[in-house]
């Protein structure tokens, strides 16, 4: 049997940091209640002309030199991202020429702040059946570019980045498994309300924003990360003490301590960074994941487990053996 393993990750966060006490200057919020309440301390906001394109291709490399991996090595790209730099040409083929990968396939998949975890799962699935050796896998999302920053309600919540993986096949376990879902019926509690077949006139689209019914999202998501994580230990026939280590999308920190808590596992075997970067989206765990390889945090063999939600909405899990 084959496995997919992650060999190199990468990552990238825009320069400029916005504290709350920046935020407190123009919105009727706090420091206070935005740490009490999400954890948040700061994230960092990219620059006007910083496409997720650019961030991704930053973090890409990194991952590739992580990896000892050329880019002509790579056999398919897969960018999880909700804000594309254009409709399209997808933000994969712009990245694709960019990093000067061969002519593999290149996708974008939009699961919001599930997408890099259900573009590891597309990945992984090329890899393991033997098409593709080695991939290139990409969250990134630039959602300080679609906040209405005079909604308190959801500019405190979001940051920029870019984190990426190289995956290769294997005969030693790795990626084990990975689950994907949706709920379209939920649309209406967190959504950007212009696209396509929605209003979209070009000349208007500076008044694009996020919408969100927090509270609503926060009880669905403890919920549905709950059954996630049993449905990804139970497909492996494993225990929660088998776990090392919960890289959780860093969209809350209460939403992360109530997973943690369901796993049975203390804050120390948690990855933490929403304090630092805000929710990153499609960007946040693979972040989350290269800080930890970074700092030594998590270390080679350990049983990791990944998991995401976000807006669709969408949730996903990856077990890994790292
Ligand atoms: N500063 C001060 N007060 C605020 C702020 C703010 N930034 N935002 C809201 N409040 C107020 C509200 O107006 C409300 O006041 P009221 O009681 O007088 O009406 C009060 O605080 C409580 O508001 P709630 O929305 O009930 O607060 P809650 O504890 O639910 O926290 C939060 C809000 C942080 C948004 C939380 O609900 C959350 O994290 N939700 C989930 C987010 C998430 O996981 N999203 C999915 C991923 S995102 C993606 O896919 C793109």
Same mark, same amino acid.
């Given at each position: 049997?084959?496995?997919?393993?992650?060999?190199?990750?990468?990552?990238?966060?825009?320069?400029?940091?916005?504290?709350?006490?920046?935020?407190?200057?123009?919105?009727?919020?706090?420091?206070?209640?935005?740490?009490?309440?999400?954890?948040?301390?700061?994230?960092?906001?990219?620059?006007?002309?910083?496409?997720?394109? /650019?961030?991704?291709?930053?973090?890409?490399?990194?991952?590739?030199?992580?990896?000892?991996?050329?880019?002509?090595?790579?056999?398919?790209?897969?960018?999880?991202?909700?804000?594309?730099?254009? #409709?399209?040409?997808?933000?994969?083929?712009? @990245?694709?020429?960019?990093?000067?990968?061969? /002519?593999?396939?290149?996708?974008?998949?939009?699961?919001?702040?599930?997408?890099?975890?259900?573009?590891?799962?597309?990945?992984?699935?090329?890899?393991?059946?033997?098409?593709?050796?080695?991939?290139?896998?990409?969250?990134?999302?630039?959602?300080?570019?679609?906040?209405?920053?005079?909604?308190?309600?959801?500019?405190?919540?979001?940051?920029?980045?870019?984190?990426?993986?190289? @995956?290769?096949?294997?005969?030693?376990?790795?990626?084990?498994?990975?689950?994907?879902?949706?709920?379209?019926?939920?649309?209406?509690?967190?959504?950007?309300?212009?696209?396509?077949?929605?209003?979209?006139?070009?000349?208007? *689209?500076?008044?694009?924003?996020?919408?969100?019914?927090?509270?609503?999202?926060?009880? #669905?998501?403890?919920?549905?990360?709950?059954?996630? #994580?049993?449905?990804?230990?139970? *497909?492996?026939?494993?225990?929660?003490?088998?776990? /090392?280590?919960?890289?959780?999308?860093?969209?809350?920190?209460?939403?992360?301590?109530?997973?943690?808590?369901?796993?049975?596992?203390?804050?120390?075997?948690?990855? #933490?960074?929403?304090?630092? *970067?805000?929710?990153?989206?499609?960007?946040?765990?693979?972040?989350?994941?290269?800080?930890?390889?970074?700092?030594?945090?998590?270390?080679?063999?350990?049983?990791?487990?990944?998991?995401?939600?976000?807006?669709?909405?969408?949730?996903?899990?990856?077990?890994?053996?790292?």
């Amino acid at each position: 049997m084959k496995y997919s393993k992650i060999i190199g990750t990468g990552s990238y966060l825009p320069e400029k940091i916005v504290t709350n006490a920046d935020l407190e200057k123009i919105l009727d919020t706090s420091d206070q209640w935005i740490r009490e309440r999400t954890g948040i301390c700061e994230r960092r906001v990219s620059r006007e002309d910083e496409t997720s394109g /650019d961030m991704a291709v930053v973090a890409a490399q990194r991952a590739l030199e992580a990896a000892g991996v050329e880019a002509e090595e790579i056999g398919l790209l897969v960018v999880g991202t909700t804000t594309p730099d254009l #409709v399209f040409p997808s933000t994969a083929c712009l @990245i694709q020429a960019r990093l000067g990968l061969p /002519d593999c396939g290149a996708m974008d998949v939009n699961a919001a702040c599930s997408g890099f975890i259900y573009a590891l799962s597309v990945a992984d699935k090329y890899v393991r059946c033997g098409d593709v050796k080695k991939a290139l896998v990409i969250g990134v999302d630039k959602l300080t570019a679609m906040l209405d920053w005079n909604d308190r309600g959801t500019a405190v919540l979001f940051g920029d980045g870019a984190g990426a993986v190289v @995956i290769e096949v294997s005969d030693e376990p790795g990626i084990l498994s990975t689950h994907i879902h949706s709920a379209g019926r939920h649309s209406d509690l967190l959504y950007a309300d212009v696209g396509v077949g929605k209003g979209f006139k070009a000349e208007e *689209h500076g008044g694009v924003c996020i919408k969100m019914k927090g509270n609503e999202v926060f009880k #669905v998501a403890v919920r549905t990360l709950g059954r996630i #994580v049993d449905e990804t230990l139970a *497909h492996n026939n494993m225990n929660k003490s088998d776990l /090392d280590w919960l890289i959780p999308h860093q969209a809350n920190h209460r939403i992360i301590s109530a997973t943690a808590k369901k796993l049975g596992m203390t804050m120390d075997q948690v990855v #933490v960074t929403v304090d630092k *970067h805000g929710n990153t989206s499609a960007a946040s765990v693979p972040l989350a994941l290269d800080a930890a390889a970074q700092s030594g945090k998590i270390k080679r063999g350990d049983m990791l487990l990944l998991e995401a939600f976000g807006g669709g909405f969408t949730w996903a899990s990856a077990l890994i053996k790292y």
